[in-house]
């Protein structure tokens, strides 16, 4: 079992940063992969970054890439998402997931999911 509870949302704007935080609990956080994915409202949940649990490797969202960086410190079971240069369309709620399936910029490939952290972003 992993319970994962996302922080550092806020209201920001244009061209402005924030850093997101995934916080889990359990001891095999470093089993999984994490991944964050964005729903606005009235869209569905999309992919945003995710990361493999040696943290080797990346993948972004081209909507992201070259923007937003994800990391994972496994000696503090904590998953990052900095988000540069934001854009009113990053607008939307933040969830981070663990993932044990192998295409982890797939939704159905997250076990466990946090409650979310919104993010907004004026123009």
């Known amino acids: 079992q992993v319970q994962l509870v996302e922080s550092g949302g806020g209201l920001v704007q244009a061209g402005g940063s924030l850093r997101l935080s995934c916080a889990a609990s359990?001891?095999?956080?470093?089993?999984?992969?994490m991944g964050w994915f964005r729903q606005a409202p009235g869209k569905e949940r999309e992919f945003v970054a995710a990361?493999?649990?040696?943290?080797?490797?990346?993948y972004y969202a081209d909507s992201v890439k070259g923007r937003f960086t994800i990391s994972r410190d496994n000696a503090k079971n904590t998953v990052y998402l900095q988000m540069n240069n934001l854009k009113p369309e990053d607008t939307a709620d933040y969830y981070c997931?663990?993932?044990?399936?192998?295409?982890?910029?797939?939704?159905?490939?997250?076990?466990?999911w946090g409650q979310g952290t919104q993010v907004t972003v004026s123009s």
């Open positions: 997931g663990a993932a044990l399936g192998a295409t982890i910029t797939n939704v159905y490939a997250y076990n466990y």
């Open positions: 359990g001891r095999t956080f470093s089993s999984y992969a």
């Open positions: 990361i493999w649990w040696s943290g080797g490797s990346t």
